[in-house]
Structures are given as structure tokens and as C-alpha cells.
């Protein structure tokens, strides 16, 4: 089968699409045929030898796969796998990074990483799902906010960013969203309740319209300590990258929040896609041997939407 993968670390010229044997599921895993993988900036860091610089990724490997979301169709089941048959369409996320990747013709992942897919949208926009929608999930737990408390989100017009609003909206959690100012009506219509640009200096911008400051901040975009300006005393500030998480001033929390691949939640997830209530969006699609353009578009940012890989 062909898998991208990087045999040594650089920039995008350094991705491999490889031809490898297939991988066979063991007990309690099941192997996926991928039809669709985003790309994340995780994959960008991953290529680039940042995650093992940072002790994240094992020295050494002879090779490093790349890819975390998935959408197919389950081709094999090991032992001991009852809850997905083969023939099922599904979503997962790989989150052992020394495992075989997602930007691959298949992969095999253990089943309480996989859920039903959501049958309501493409399996493009289904593959964009599991990583951005596990973290914001998670993050807004961490936060710990109750009915009519403030969340700042920055980042709101990215993947993590419009999925928390649109999930603490339900929540009766007042929401101010940080975000270049064109994208004001999107995440508006996502649900937040207030608005700062992200050119502004946002502890100063953000006392304005909650004075004392926010009682939790998740921070989609690393802004990092400006972000934390805008948090109360003794409230909760959630950074995704932890080299990037400011000091715990005035008492606050800091809390690094680190996604794991937690199939029942996302199949909640999944759902909340069927209904209407979380909304995905799409920058465009690439056959897997662009994957290199695909990094170097990821880089450039200000992508309307993920990007996907489509192995077909």
C-alpha cells in the first residue's frame, strides 16, 4: 500500500509516498481502507523533526508516518472486535505517533479510536473532524465553565477555534471570539456572542467588553500570554502547545490540553454533525502525491477550512 512518510527531517521535499505492506489488524483492532486524511499542522511539526526535537517522537525511527484523522470503510477486524463489522463507514484518530499514519491507502487503529462516520456530510468533511472536534472538546471541558461564564477563543475561525463555539453555545456559555476582522460575520454565525480582532491588544480589548477579564481562555491560535492578559484572577487559561503556555499569573490555572483518541466522543460528535449542531469547513482536497503542496499551503495559512488527502 502506498503511506506518506519522511525518512529524515526538512521541509516538504523530504516527504516520501512509500510503497509498504499492508498492516493487519491485531486483537481489539481494526484496519481501515482510507478514503479521505487531513492534514494538521501536527504533520507540518512532524516532518520537520520539531515533535522529536521536543521528546515527543522516539529517536532513531528508520521512518516516521505521517497523518492523524481518518474516514473509510473498515476492511478487516482483529480479534475480539464486535462493535464495527467490516463493510462500516467510519471516522478515527491516530494518536500514537510511532504508528502507522492516516495519510495511507490503510491503517489500522485500535476500535475504541474509531466511530461511525457522520452520514450527512462528504467523507472529505467527515475526515476533518476527530482531531480538531477530540481537542475542542476536550479543551472546553478543561475550562470547567458553567452556564453564564466568559470563554475567550482565539483562533475562532479555525478548525478548534469554530468547534468550540459552536459547542459552548448549547452550554449558555458567553463566548468572545478573536479573529482577523473579515471573519466577524463567520464566527458570529458560529455562535459567539462578542467579537475582538486579533490585531487589537486583547487584554486591553477584552476588559472592555468583560471588565475584570474573562473566567477562561482556550487558545486556539498560541497567542500565548497576550491571551492570557484578558483572564481574570484565579481563572483557567488552556494553551494546546505546551511550549507556548504562558506562567500561571494571578493565580490562574494553566492546563496543556492533549488529545487522545476517544471513540465514544466522538461518535457523539459525529452525531452533533447529523443533527446540525457542529458545522465543518473545507479548503480543498488533494490526491495523496500532492501532499507536499498540501504542507506548503498548510504553511502559508489563512486556509478557509482544512485540507484533506484523498488516497484514491
Same mark, same amino acid.
Do not use: K
Given at each position: 500500500?502506498?503511506?506518506?512518510?519522511?525518512?529524515?527531517?526538512?521541509?516538504?521535499?523530504?516527504?516520501?509516498?512509500?510503497?509498504?505492506?499492508?498492516?493487519?489488524?491485531?486483537?481489539?483492532?481494526?484496519?481501515?481502507?482510507?478514503?479521505?486524511?487531513?492534514?494538521?499542522?501536527?504533520?507540518?511539526?512532524?516532518?520537520?523533526?520539531?515533535?522529536?526535537?521536543?521528546?515527543?517522537?522516539?529517536?532513531?525511527?528508520?521512518?516516521?508516518?505521517?497523518?492523524?484523522?481518518?474516514?473509510?470503510?473498515?476492511?478487516?477486524?482483529?480479534?475480539?472486535?464486535?462493535?464495527?463489522?467490516?463493510?462500516?463507514?467510519?471516522?478515527?484518530?491516530?494518536?500514537?505517533?510511532?504508528?502507522?499514519?492516516?495519510?495511507?491507502?490503510?491503517?489500522?487503529?485500535?476500535?475504541?479510536?474509531?466511530?461511525?462516520?457522520?452520514?450527512?456530510?462528504?467523507?472529505?468533511?467527515?475526515?476533518?473532524?476527530?482531531?480538531?472536534?477530540?481537542?475542542?472538546?476536550?479543551?472546553?471541558?478543561?475550562?470547567? !465553565?458553567?452556564?453564564?461564564?466568559?470563554?475567550?477563543?482565539?483562533? %475562532? #475561525? @479555525?478548525?478548534?477555534? =469554530?468547534? +468550540?463555539?459552536? &459547542?459552548?453555545?448549547?452550554?449558555?456559555?458567553?463566548?468572545?471570539?478573536?479573529?482577523?476582522?473579515?471573519?466577524?460575520?463567520?464566527?458570529?454565525?458560529?455562535?459567539?456572542?462578542?467579537?475582538?480582532?486579533?490585531?487589537?491588544?486583547?487584554?486591553?480589548?477584552?476588559?472592555?467588553?468583560?471588565?475584570?477579564?474573562?473566567?477562561?481562555?482556550?487558545?486556539?491560535?498560541?497567542?500565548?500570554?497576550?491571551?492570557?492578559?484578558?483572564?481574570?484572577?484565579?481563572?483557567?487559561?488552556?494553551?494546546?502547545?505546551?511550549?507556548?503556555?504562558?506562567?500561571?499569573?494571578?493565580?490562574?490555572?494553566?492546563?496543556?490540553?492533549?488529545?487522545?483518541?476517544?471513540?465514544?466522543?466522538?461518535?457523539?460528535?459525529?452525531?452533533?454533525?447529523?443533527?446540525?449542531?457542529?458545522?465543518?469547513?473545507?479548503?480543498?482536497?488533494?490526491? !495523496?502525491?500532492?501532499?507536499?503542496?498540501?504542507?506548503?499551503?498548510? %504553511? #502559508? @495559512?489563512?486556509?478557509? =477550512?482544512? +485540507?484533506?488527502? &484523498?488516497?484514491?
Amino acid at each position: 500500500m502506498r503511506a506518506v512518510i519522511v525518512r529524515r527531517f526538512g521541509g516538504p521535499e523530504v516527504l516520501e509516498i512509500a510503497d509498504l505492506p499492508s498492516p493487519e489488524p491485531g486483537p481489539g483492532q481494526l484496519r481501515i481502507r482510507v478514503a479521505a486524511a487531513a492534514v494538521n499542522r501536527i504533520d507540518l511539526s512532524t516532518r520537520s523533526g520539531a515533535l522529536t526535537e521536543a521528546g515527543l517522537l522516539p529517536r532513531g525511527l528508520p521512518e516516521v508516518a505521517l497523518g492523524w484523522d481518518v474516514a473509510g470503510q473498515v476492511d478487516a477486524v482483529g480479534a475480539g472486535v464486535t462493535r464495527h463489522r467490516v463493510g462500516d463507514r467510519v471516522i478515527g484518530l491516530r494518536d500514537v505517533l510511532s504508528a502507522g499514519g492516516a495519510q495511507a491507502e490503510q491503517v489500522v487503529l485500535d476500535a475504541g479510536a474509531v466511530a461511525p462516520a457522520p452520514a450527512s456530510v462528504p467523507v472529505e468533511l467527515a475526515a476533518a473532524l476527530p482531531l480538531i472536534g477530540l481537542t475542542a472538546d476536550r479543551s472546553l471541558t478543561l475550562t470547567g !465553565l458553567r452556564a453564564g461564564e466568559t470563554l475567550l477563543v482565539t483562533g %475562532a #475561525a @479555525g478548525g478548534v477555534g =469554530g468547534l +468550540l463555539l459552536q &459547542l459552548a453555545a448549547p452550554r449558555g456559555i458567553r463566548t468572545v471570539a478573536v479573529a482577523d476582522a473579515a471573519d466577524e460575520p463567520y464566527v458570529r454565525g458560529l455562535g459567539a456572542d462578542e467579537f475582538v480582532a486579533r490585531t487589537d491588544r486583547l487584554g486591553t480589548a477584552v476588559r472592555r467588553i468583560v471588565p475584570g477579564g474573562v473566567d477562561a481562555v482556550v487558545d486556539a491560535a498560541v497567542v500565548g500570554v497576550a491571551a492570557h492578559e484578558a483572564l481574570r484572577g484565579g481563572g483557567t487559561f488552556v494553551a494546546l502547545v505546551a511550549p507556548f503556555a504562558p506562567p500561571p499569573l494571578r493565580a490562574t490555572r494553566v492546563l496543556v490540553q492533549e488529545v487522545y483518541a476517544d471513540g465514544a466522543r466522538l461518535a457523539e460528535l459525529a452525531a452533533g454533525v447529523d443533527a446540525g449542531r457542529l458545522t465543518l469547513r473545507l479548503a480543498g482536497t488533494l490526491p !495523496l502525491a500532492r501532499v507536499a503542496e498540501a504542507h506548503d499551503r498548510l %504553511a #502559508a @495559512g489563512r486556509l478557509p =477550512g482544512r +485540507l484533506v488527502l &484523498l488516497p484514491g
